[in-house]
């Protein structure tokens, strides 16, 4: 059974960073996309970051130059490096994985095609 595990959520003031962790456990297809996803309250689930399992890798517009997605294989864990952060960036931050190959393009307006997903963590940006 896939299950994603998210970590490192929290407060931190604007300016400030936070690093966040998805740890994989079960999945064992060679070929996938993972994501991280945010929502608001009051607002819809958007893409922020994906990669592909070529290790290409798309941002939104929103967060380009400021986040960074990556990947440890032999942790089977995603991260998502967040610098610079904005009282705009507070969400809740999903991961979300699945085998079904997306270009990273893609994965970020995937979000009703992914199959598997974390059960988010909390981050919160202050003024």
């Not at 959520?9 to 604007?14: D, W």
């Not at 798309?58 to 997605?69: H, L, N």
């Not at 990556?70 to 960036?89: G, H, I, R, V, W």
Request: glycine share 12%; charged share 15%.
């Amino acid at each position: 059974q896939v299950q994603l595990v998210e970590s490192g959520g929290g407060s931190v003031q604007s300016g400030g960073s936070l690093r966040l962790s998805c740890a994989v456990f079960g999945y064992t297809y060679s070929t996938y996309s993972m994501a991280w996803f945010r929502q608001a309250p009051g607002k819809e689930r958007e893409g922020v970051a994906a990669i592909d399992s070529d290790g290409s890798t798309s941002y939104a517009d929103s967060v380009k130059g400021r986040f960074t997605i990556s990947q440890d294989n032999a942790k089977n864990t995603l991260y998502l490096q967040m610098n610079s952060l904005k009282p705009e960036d507070t969400a809740m931050y999903y991961c979300a994985a699945d085998f079904r190959h997306m270009t990273s393009v893609q994965a970020l307006g995937a979000a009703n095609i992914f199959g598997y997903w974390g059960q988010g963590t909390q981050v919160t940006v202050s003024s």
